[in-house]
């Protein structure tokens, strides 16, 4: 079966670095996406991985590793208005995005 | 201007009603979803529709029945209500399909059945 695993719950402090880690087991792979939801709000695009390595986009940057079926979210100079949950999501060879639960990270002053 | 919009945010209703949550999205896109988010807040898709065709029903009970009258409006109508249909629906859009387009999400209708 199709498999996205990724922590349920982080805890990091302001201004610090957090890693978010991804590992995943589809059936094809078309692309990982990252997205940041608030609670009680929608899912917003973060990043986009399709091809092996780091992109940057300001204090936030994803690597991804097709081989290992890895992927991490990195969040640098942490603010309280990051606390939010994580989503991971890998679109399969139909297409279909695959949805891991979510990490929601708490941000500590 | 909203991207994606649904209506309404809340709905609250009884055992064995029938409802419906209205989706519109502004952006020009040529698909549009409908996700499930229950208390574990997996996601997980119902339905999309691609230039008013649906492409992909995953499992969903046929008392769920998406409706598109035009490709910038894709409506969930959900007969006899249950108490496991309780969650948070999701509408979303993206430009294409088979491709891997952002999925752009509205705000969510969180659905209590008494």
């Known amino acids: 079966g199709q498999n996205i695993d990724q922590p349920t719950e982080m805890t990091a402090t302001e201004g610090a670095i957090v890693q978010i880690n991804c590992t995943y087991q589809t059936s094809g792979f078309n692309g990982l996406f990252w997205y940041q939801q608030h609670a009680g709000e929608a899912p917003t695009f973060l990043s986009y991985n399709v091809l092996d390595g780091l992109e940057e986009k300001g204090r936030f940057s994803s690597f991804l590793s097709r081989s290992k079926g890895y992927s991490y979210l990195l969040l640098k100079e942490l603010q309280m208005k990051d606390s939010a949950s994580y989503l991971c999501?890998?679109?399969?060879?139909?297409?279909?995005?695959?949805w891991g639960a979510g990490t929601k990270l708490i941000i500590k002053p | 201007d909203t991207a994606v919009s649904q209506t309404p945010k809340y709905l609250v209703t009884q055992m064995g009603n029938d409802k419906s949550i209205k989706c519109e999205q502004n952006?020009?896109?040529?698909?549009m979803y409908w996700y499930k988010q229950d208390s574990k807040k997996f996601l997980k898709i119902m339905f999309s529709?691609?230039?008013?065709?649906?492409?992909i029903n995953e499992t969903v009970p046929n008392r769920f029945s998406p409706k598109s009258p035009d490709k910038a409006h894709l409506n969930l109508h959900i007969n006899s209500l249950e108490l496991g249909d309780s969650a948070v629906y999701f509408c979303?859009?993206?430009?294409?399909?088979?491709?891997?387009?952002?999925?752009?999400f509205g705000p969510g209708t969180r659905l209590t059945v008494l």
């Open positions: 979303a859009s993206s430009q294409g399909a088979g491709e891997a387009d952002t999925q752009y």
């Open positions: 529709y691609n230039n008013k065709e649906l492409i």
């Open positions: 952006l020009g896109h040529d698909t």
């Open positions: 999501a890998v679109m399969d060879s139909n297409y279909q995005l695959i």
